[in-house]
């Protein structure tokens, strides 16, 4: 009960006293006459679940629905398309249902990696011809972080977690300039099906013995994952000694002031005994919401709205409900999606075994920003209570906790937070 509303408060709070948000799911009853309101849930993802058949028929048809119905538009769609598995399979499924006038319209469109080693526009390019549909690039300089940084903070109005968030404003910012009012994303498809490494953590360990060496053999063969990383990864999800080890080490300060609760990493960890349990988790209370948040306030800053095929409620309680042998076997994550794709996509796609997460060129834009960095977070007056020093070597400091030292900072300016 206590962990039940610890996430209830961690999804309802904002960085505003007295400013709440809804949970997903639930509504607001405001009585007019006497001025309360009460939040009621009025949809539970767990209570909704059904087993399901474990047919690929049933996958197609829930997955090819979802896409159909998310096209109808009075404007012009388009989609955004990473060259990943989620949105070229929202994109290829998309194109089926469309005239061949009406495909010249669909825009899908793509930000082009700085980083050579994380370029996947070959493969949306391969989605796009395949698809018959126009694609649009773009290639984020650090200029244009630069330039839209202020305009990302006011649009967020809370704090965020990295440099991504203002690569996808740059999206956004992209189809608003090429005419797109509605775009279709891929968000959800890694909590669905099983898409992320940490799963497998879950997967492995629901194994036999003899089975958990063959498995880490495939999924070594079938990812990027090395079998030293799998055996790590799996050790460090599922125990609570190791787990408590790294969460003091990096959040030590928070939980000195029992900000976060070493009960609530037991049940983390124990979660991954049911891969179900997992996923509902992070759909309902720690991945997904942020996720969808940031989503929200970067398309509605450029009067777009965005429809996620993959959160249609209808495919992930399917989703869920299948066997865990439907979404991950012998070293493929996210199965049933890659097999009712198999005919749909190049297979150079839909067997993809490199997986990148939409991930902006953060080294070289922090490495850029350094000195504005360094001088915001010095001169943060809310900061300047947890930090002994003023910064001079931000080197010596993790880039990911600069960052967010950075975006504090950053909104607290923006924001005149007292």
């Known amino acids: 009960a206590a962990s039940d509303v610890y996430k209830r408060q961690v999804c309802e709070k904002t960085f505003f006293t007295d400013i709440f948000q809804l949970r997903g799911g639930a509504n607001l009853v405001i009585d007019l006459k006497e001025g309360g309101s009460e939040s009621q849930q009025y949809y539970d993802l767990k209570k909704a679940l059904v087993a399901g058949n474990g047919t690929a028929g049933k996958t197609k048809e829930l997955f090819s629905s979802a896409v159909k119905i998310r096209l109808r538009s009075d404007v012009l769609v388009g989609s955004c398309l990473s060259g990943g598995l989620d949105s070229s399979a929202i994109v290829a499924t998309a194109a089926n249902f469309l005239t061949k006038d009406e495909k010249g319209n669909f825009r899908a469109v793509h930000a082009i990696s700085t980083d050579g080693n ?144 070493f009960d609530l990493l037991n049940e983390l960890v124990a979660s991954y005994s049911s891969i179900t349990d997992l996923q509902v988790d992070e759909i309902r209370n720690f991945q997904l919401p942020r996720l969808l948040r940031y989503e929200d306030k970067n398309s509605m800053w450029h009067s777009i709205e965005t429809r996620l095929p993959f959160l249609d409620y209808r495919l992930v309680e399917h989703a869920l409900g299948e066997p865990i042998n439907k979404k991950i076997s012998e070293g493929w994550s996210k199965l049933s999606i890659r097999k009712i794709m198999d005919d749909v996509l190049d297979k150079r796609v839909a067997w993809r075994k490199s997986k990148f997460g939409f991930e902006a060129p953060e080294d070289h834009w922090v490495d850029r920003h350094r000195d504005d960095m360094i001088n915001h977070i010095n001169d943060s007056k809310l900061l300047s209570k947890y930090l002994k020093n003023k910064i001079t070597d931000s080197t010596k400091i993790d880039k990911k906790l600069f960052w967010r030292l950075y975006s504090v900072a950053k909104w607290e300016l923006t924001f005149h937070v007292k």
């Open 118 to 261: 994380r370029d996947e526009s070959k493969y949306a390019r391969l989605v796009a011809s395949r698809s018959l549909i126009e694609l649009s690039t773009l290639k984020p300089s650090y200029d244009d972080f630069r330039n839209s940084l202020d305009e990302v903070v006011r649009a967020q109005e809370e704090p965020f977690g990295s440099t991504s968030i203002v690569l996808q404003f740059l999206v956004m910012k992209k189809a608003k300039e090429i005419g797109v009012k509605v775009l279709l994303d891929g968000q959800g498809g890694d909590e669905t099906w099983l898409g992320y490494g940490r799963y497998f953590a879950a997967y492995l360990t629901i194994k036999s013995m003899p089975k958990f060496i063959e498995n880490i053999n495939w999924i070594s063969s079938n990812t990027e994952l090395s079998r030293l990383k799998l055996l790590l990864y799996t050790i460090y999800f599922k125990s609570t000694f190791f787990r408590k080890i790294g969460f003091f080490i990096k959040y030590r300060g928070a939980f000195k002031r029992s900000i976060i609760k």
